[in-house]
């Protein structure tokens, strides 16, 4: 089925780096949302996209529509050790009709060395 | 305050012994779902629902039920569970689906082991 690919699946990082992920489709896409899992926990949406080029920020956090509709991207900047997590990207299914199905990215790691 | 609240948070079952899985939302929010994750998958739709009455199947919905007879509650049933369930589950909701981009609610997850 309709799956969404993140990139890189894990990432180790020092305390007060930047940190860049991104996520690709094979289809179009009209809303991107990016969730952070804490250890332990449910998913918490960070940053929800709703048009082809837009930029927003949460904090520490950027995020970014693709222009192709088909890729977003995130950003945090001088990560913290609360930072770690597992990062999640996901949008509606692509012609969806009435469903209101929301697909998944696989996800990515990350762990910030104090 | 507003959650989505699951029960049990861990549970370990044998093969067959039917389970039920509680999700209950205080947000009257007319759009619920259970997801399933699993290490490289990430999270997969497992049923949905859009509002009382109304279920629909998700991704991966073979060996579970589900039931929405009250707008806060939805259940998730697996009549006669097998070690391929075993995995962390999710129950969401939200105020309008994801199609309109507003994202869900999660609880916090059961973990449930089939021996």
């Known amino acids: 089925g309709q799956q969404l690919n993140q990139s890189p699946q894990s990432m180790f990082i020092q305390e007060g780096e930047d940190v860049s992920m991104n996520c690709t489709s094979s289809?179009?896409?009209?809303?991107w949302l990016w969730y952070k899992q804490d250890p332990g926990e449910g998913p918490v949406l960070l940053i929800a996209l709703y048009k082809a080029g837009e930029l927003t920020s949460n904090g520490r956090l950027t995020a970014q529509f693709g222009i192709t509709r088909k890729d977003s991207f995130l950003n945090i900047s001088a990560s913290i050790p609360s930072d770690v997590g597992i990062y999640f990207c996901a949008g509606p299914k692509p012609y969806g009709g009435a469903t209101n199905k929301l697909i998944f990215g696989t996800g990515t790691l990350l762990a910030v060395q104090p | 305050e507003a959650q989505v609240t699951q029960n049990p948070r861990y549970l370990i079952t044998v093969t067959g012994k039917k389970l039920t899985v509680t999700c209950s939302q205080n947000?009257?929010?007319?759009?619920m779902s259970w997801y399933r994750q699993d290490p490289g998958l990430g999270l997969r739709q497992i049923y949905y629902s859009m509002n009382v009455e109304v279920t629909d199947k998700g991704d991966v919905p073979e060996g579970y039920k589900v039931s929405r007879k009250e707008k806060r509650n939805f259940p998730l049933i697996l009549e006669s569970p097998s070690p391929n369930q075993t995995s962390l589950y999710f129950c969401?909701?939200?105020?309008?689906?994801?199609?309109?981009?507003?994202?869900?609610?999660f609880g916090s997850g059961t973990r449930l082991t089939v021996v």
């Open positions: 947000m009257n929010h007319e759009y």
């Open positions: 969401a909701s939200s105020l309008l689906g994801g199609e309109y981009g507003y994202g869900y609610t």
């Open positions: 289809s179009i896409f009209n809303t």
